[in-house]
C-alpha cells in the first residue's frame, strides 16, 4: 500500500498547492487508489459523525468540534504539498507504524460507541485518520502534518469530573471581575457565588460563559492564529500562546458584562433568546481582536528591543546601516 503511494510522490509534490485546476486533476488521479479507503472510512465513522452533527456538535459546550475539525482539515489540504515533498524517495516509509495506531483507534471507537464514551469515539477519528496517513506515507509524512493532528485534539471531550472541577474556579472568576466592574459603574448589581443579580434579574454564570472548554476553544483559535502566521521569533510565539488564557479570561468577562446589560436593559427574554446565541460571537470576535492587539503590541516591543525603527538606536524610523545592526 505504502509502494503505491511512492511512485508518484515526485509528480504530486510538483502540483502548485494554489492551482485549482491541477489539484482537480490531481483528485481525479489519486480517485482509483483512495476511493476503497474513503468508502471504509464513511462506513466506519459515517454513524458517529452522524451523531456528532446532530448531537453532541450542535450544543454550547461541544459547539467548537465541527469548526475544529474542518479547520484542520483544511490545514491538511494546505500542508498536504509540503508533506509529500519531505517524503525522500530512498528513505524507509516505517508505514508499520500505522497498523497499531489503526488497531487503538479501531478499539477506541469499539469502545465509544458501544459504552457510549464520547471522549474515546472523537479520538477514534484522529487516530484512524493518522493511521491513515502512517500506512499511505509513512513516519516522515506524518511529522510533516503533526500540527494539523494536534490541533483536533481540541475536539475532543474532557472528562466532566475535570471540566466540572476547573471550571467552577473560572466561573467564580468572572462573576467576581463582573460584579465589580458593573458596581464601578454606577448599576445595582450583587453577587451570590456564581449567581449575578442586577435589579429585578438573576443571572446564573453558565459552564459555557466561562467554562474550561471555551478556554480550550479560544487557546485552539490562537494556536492557529500562530500557525498561520508563521512568526519566526519563538519569544513572540510562546508568549503570545501563553497570553490566549488571559485574553480567553477576558473575554468571557466581556461576554458576561454583555449579557448582563442585555438582560438588564431588554428584558430575560432578549438575554436568553437571539442576543444570547449573538454574546457568544461577540466572545470569539472579541478574543480574535485582543490576540491580534497582543500579537501587534509583541511585534511593536521585539523591533523596539532589537533597535528596529521607532526603537532606541532605530533613527527615529530611518534605515539602519548594516554596521549598526550588528552592533546592535
Known amino acids: 500500500m505504502a509502494g503505491t503511494a511512492r511512485t508518484d510522490t515526485a509528480d504530486r509534490a510538483a502540483t502548485p498547492p494554489h492551482d485549482l485546476s491541477s489539484s482537480i486533476d490531481g483528485i481525479r488521479r489519486a480517485l482509483p487508489e483512495w476511493w476503497p479507503i474513503l468508502a471504509g472510512v464513511c462506513v466506519l465513522l459515517g454513524p458517529t459523525f452522524y451523531d456528532l452533527f446532530t448531537g453532541a456538535w450542535i450544543g454550547e459546550e461541544q459547539g467548537h ?8 482539515i483544511w490545514l491538511i489540504w494546505r500542508k498536504w504539498p509540503e508533506m509529500l515533498a519531505a517524503i525522500a524517495p530512498g528513505a524507509p516509509a516505517n508505514t508499520w507504524l500505522g497498523w497499531p495506531v489503526l488497531a487503538i483507534g479501531l ?4 469502545l465509544g460507541r458501544s459504552q457510549k464514551i464520547l471522549m474515546f469515539e472523537v479520538a477514534s477519528i484522529i487516530l484512524v485518520m493518522a493511521a491513515i496517513v502512517l500506512l499511505k ?20 471531550p474532557l472528562p466532566s469530573e475535570l471540566v466540572a472541577a476547573v471550571t467552577m474556579p473560572m466561573k467564580m472568576a468572572v462573576s467576581w471581575v463582573t460584579e465589580h ?41 490562537g494556536l492557529f492564529y500562530l500557525n498561520l502566521m508563521r512568526h ?17 479570561f477576558t473575554a ?18 432578549a438575554g436568553q433568546g437571539f442576543l444570547h446565541g449573538f454574546a ?21 516591543w521585539i523591533k523596539r528591543r532589537e533597535g ?12 539602519m546601516t548594516p554596521t549598526l545592526k550588528e552592533a546592535t
Open 308 to 319: 528596529g525603527p521607532g526603537g532606541p538606536g532605530g533613527g527615529g524610523g530611518r534605515k
Open 232 to 248: 519566526p521569533s519563538a519569544f513572540r510565539n510562546i508568549t503570545l500562546a501563553l497570553l490566549i488564557i488571559p485574553i480567553s
Open 252 to 269: 468571557n468577562v466581556i461576554r458576561v458584562i454583555a449579557l448582563t446589560l442585555i438582560t438588564y436593559y431588554f428584558g430575560d427574554a
Open 280 to 300: 457568544g460571537m461577540v466572545l470569539f470576535v472579541t478574543a480574535l481582536l485582543l490576540i491580534l492587539a497582543v500579537d501587534n503590541g509583541l511585534q511593536w
Open 181 to 221: 466592574i458593573l458596581f464601578a459603574l454606577g448599576y445595582p448589581i450583587s453577587r451570590s457565588g456564581v449567581v449575578l443579580q442586577m435589579g429585578q434579574y438573576q443571572l446564573l454564570v453558565a459552564d459555557a460563559c466561562a467554562g474550561l472548554q471555551t478556554l480550550l476553544t479560544l487557546e485552539a483559535l
Open 65 to 72: 468540534g465541527p469548526i475544529i475539525f474542518f479547520l484542520a
Open 137 to 156: 506515507f509513512g513516519s516522515r509524512a506524518l511529522r510533516a502534518l503533526w500540527f494539523p493532528f494536534f490541533f483536533m485534539l481540541f475536539m475532543v
Open 107 to 110: 478499539m477506541s471507537h469499539l
